[in-house]
């Protein structure tokens, strides 16, 4: 079975035991290592049976995936940050140029309900930059703010920036649902029993890392990009929790709320009432 994820702490801590044939029953499984965006994009081209992407992108692949329940990142307090060289106000990005990490992602999705609410006149430039040289871009001046995600929000002060707002935060306040970020994702055409496996060999896979957190470190750090091991335990304190495990009634209103307000502002296509549900009802 192929998947692709990102090296993020938080995606091989929660698919350590699955990788490793740690989880009984599971199907092996081949896996590739992607940053969101390129795993995005998989799987607008339909490549891959299971794919870790944003949330954000659901409406365009719930054709062809289903959503699993488990395995993804949701979460509160958790959300991506906008960051600025100076202390400022919102309103201070009124025409500037923010650097963002995909333009499908859920990040940028929060970003632009936020910048709705809280930058009259919108900002001027939305320009898309790795994820590894937004924090760079915004110390250098090259751009006005950037949008960051993951382990930013404990290094930016690093950089000598400043946090201009919390998307997050934001959601939170104006929805009271947790903040949906990174989706699990398997292919429709594997079939109704085939989907279920999948969604309880991730879920056996979280409580495994749960069970035993050391027995995942050494994949953890061999793929955290020479993150410092305390961010990285910060990393998976924050973005592997109980929504992670099954994201139950809590986590899908979230999801749909997400993408029922993005629908209403005509950031991504309408999408079938029952396109979340799971096990699909049309697999």
């Known amino acids: 079975m192929s998947i692709a994820f990102s090296p993020c702490p938080n995606d091989t801590f929660v698919f350590d035991a699955w990788v490793h044939g740690r989880v009984p ?3 092996p499984l081949d896996v590739t290592f992607a940053d969101i965006d390129v795993t995005n994009g998989m799987a607008e081209r339909g490549e891959g049976d299971v794919l870790k992407v944003s949330y954000a992108v659901l409406p365009w692949i719930l054709g062809d995936y289903a959503l699993l329940p488990c395995g993804g990142a949701l979460g509160r307090g958790c959300g991506p940050l906008v960051l600025t060289r100076q202390e400022s106000l919102p309103g201070s990005l ?9 333009e499908r992602s859920t990040a940028y999705l929060l970003f632009r309900l936020w910048a709705a609410d809280q930058v009259p006149g919108g900002v001027g430039e939305v320009v898309v930059l790795p994820f590894h ?35 997050g935060e934001h959601w939170e306040h104006t929805t009271g649902l ?29 409580r495994a890392a749960w069970d035993d957190p050391e027995a995942s ?14 961010v990285a335990d910060q990393h998976i304190g924050l973005y592997v929790n109980e929504f992670t495990a099954d994201l139950g009634d809590d986590g899908i209103a979230a999801v749909r709320g997400l993408l029922t307000r993005a629908a209403a502002e005509g950031l991504v296509p309408p999408f079938p009432d029952d396109a979340l549900a799971f096990p699909p009802r049309h697999p």
């Open 178 to 206: 947790p903040i949906p970020l990174g989706a699990i994702v398997a292919r429709r055409s594997l079939g109704r029993e085939t989907l279920l496996r999948l969604a309880e060999s991730a879920r056996a896979s979280v």
């Open 217 to 230: 470190r050494p994949y953890v750090l061999e793929h955290a990009q020479e993150m410092d091991p305390s």
């Open 133 to 167: 040289e937004i924090m760079p871009a915004v110390r250098d001046g090259e751009v006005d703010a950037g949008l960051v995600i993951h382990e930013a929000r404990f290094t930016y002060q690093q950089y000598g920036l400043h946090k201009l707002a919390d998307m």
């Open 25 to 27: 029953d599971a199907p």
């Open 94 to 102: 009124k025409g500037g140029t923010v650097a963002v990490p995909s």
